[in-house]
Structures are given as C-alpha cells and as structure tokens.
C-alpha cells in the first residue's frame, strides 16, 4: 500500500479504535457540565442551609467570647477551647458543601465516560517538555476556544453579578431593620437567585461544550481507509478475535438467522462491518409489497450472514450507503419509500443475473 497510512483520514474511529482510546484514557469529556452542576449543587446547598451555617457561626462566636470573658479561664486552655470549636464549626459548615461537590463531581464524571481507571493521562511524557511543541499548543485551535468560552463566561457572570447585586441593593435596608431569621431567609433568597442565573448560564455552555468535545473527538480520531483495513487485518490474526468470531458463528448456526438468509433475494454489504438481508415477498397480499428485512448484523454476526448467504447461493452485493440506510431498520420491516429506488436497482441487477445463469443452464 503506498499511502502506508498516511492517506486522507475520511473513516470514522470504528469500535475497535475506540476502545484502544478508552484504554489509554482518551475520551470525550466536557469540564465545563462538571463545572456547571458543581456549581448548582454547591450553591443550592448554600442557600438551602444558610440559616444553619449563619446559627452555627454565631453559635462559635458566643462561645468564643463566653470564654474570653470568663476569668475562670487560662490563656492556654482558652486558646485550645476556642481552636477546637473553630474546627468543629468549619467542619460541620463546610463539610456538607465539600461533600457535596464531591459526590456531583464523580457523579458527573461518571455519568460522561462511565467507570475507567488508567494511569496513562497522568503518566509522564518527554514530549510535553519540548518548548517548540508548547509554543505551537499555545496557538492551537483548542487553546483558542477554551480562550474564548473563559472570556464568555467571564463576562456572563460579570454582568449577572452585577444585576443581581444591584436588585439586591433594595433588600440590604429591610435586612438591616427586620428580625435576624427574616434577615438570613432574606440573603438566603438572594444567593438563590444568583444561583440561578449563573448557573444557568453555565449549563448552556456546558451543553454546547458537550457536543462540541464530542465532535473534536471524532475528528481528532478519524482513520484513512488504509488504517481500517489494517486493524481489520490485524483483528483477523488475533487469536482473541478468532475464538470470538467462532463462537458468534455457532450462535448464528443455532439462531433464525441462516434459513432467514436462505430465503433472501440479496445480501446487501459495506466492505467489513455491516451485512442485510433483503427478501421481496409478492404473496402478502398487498399490490405494492416492498422488499423487507430478514436478517442483518455487524462486523462478526455480518460475517456470518455472508458465510451463510455464500453457503445458499443468496447474491451479496457491495454497496456501502445503501448497507448503512438499510441497518436502521429493523428485522421484518419494509423498505422505506426513499429507499426504494436503490433497492430496486439492486434486485434488477440480481434478478436479471439470475436470469442469465439459467439461460446458461438451459
């Protein structure tokens, strides 16, 4: 092959390529849905125990000064009593919004790759060391977007903040003269509606992200046809691949699939990884019956379509756009209307090629 691999990247990365990257810890991820449901719980939490947090932190402070005035007191002990109480207060203040961020965080981050370990993304790597290739990252397309979503949600905030400071500018005289509870409920009321604002800002951009993360992953790891070819050949060596496909094989035997296939007119293909059955039953009944589907399957239960259509003498035609239309559909359903023009071409070609053959014969 004289691209050796070099060709132009057109193939999207097959199952196969992708979890190669999953392995080395390379996956689609957005920071930004992490970042903006932390936020949400976080805050949400704030405003919900406001009141506690604001009883707790008075609590401390009353007896911090029920103990500095008391003479009874040594300074040593003073100094130990109130340290304690500061950690006890800090801890049960800021233990529930630390816990909580942190079960949102794995949550998240779950809920985007699934369950995975591996050491690889933080393994050491000398070519993170070369300063031509940090200049060049500098200036890459990537640096240039989280540039500019840094700077949108910089502004967004600013702004928000600001409007939600100003309408809470109102609030501070009530807060001032009303009762202590009404006060608290009252600022408690006002981080939630920051809350709010902010975060659903942050979720918007977290979305976009999403998809946007998505796509970039795709591209970065398209593969040139030369690059599907080998793996499939190196799949087809593998002692791993070849025990796998054996068993899928004596599935498919002991499964509907070989007298469905038997019965077919055409087995319509793409080069390795998907296979359809087609059969056009005239006797439904109806004037204009459509060709349906009776079997299909990919990469191993493919092969053992085309194994089994070889075997019956069922025509396997290649057609790669077709192959993937048809796979949409489900075993039993008739063909689409929008389809019916490739089908047909397709059945003429076989049917007049079966007609030869007996021409031939007779």
Known sequence: MADGGTGEKTEEPTPERL??????GNVPKSKDVTTAFKFLGVFTVLAGLFPYISDRVMGFFHKALLAATSPEQTEIFLTGSIL????????????????????????FSVAQVGFMF??????????????????????????LVDLFKTTLKFTLVSYLSYVALRDALRDVVFIVRSDLLIGLRVIGSIIWDFTIKIGGVFIIISIFDAFYQKHKYIKENMMSKYDVKQEYKQSEGDPHHKAERKRFHHEILNSAAPSNVKNADVVVRNPHQIAVALKYNKSKGKENAAPE??????????EGILDAAKRYGVPIVRNVPLAQ??????????????????????????FQLSEEQKKKKG
């Open 19 to 24: 979890r190669k990257l999953r392995k080395e």
């Open 84 to 107: 304690y109480e500061a950690l006890i207060t800090m801890f049960m203040v800021v233990g529930p919004i630390f816990g909580v961020e942190l079960v949102l965080a794995v949550a």
């Open 118 to 143: 591996t050491l690889k993304p933080i393994t050491p790597d000398i070519k993170k060391l070369n300063p031509i290739t940090g200049l060049k990252n500098l200036f890459n397309k990537k640096k």
């Open 293 to 302: 589907v009776v079997a299909k399957g990919e990469r191993l239960w493919a």
């Open 325 to 350: 239309a048809l796979n949409k559909l489900e075993i039993g359903d008739e063909i689409p209307e929008e389809l019916y023009e490739a089908v047909a071409e397709v059945l003429n070609f076989v």
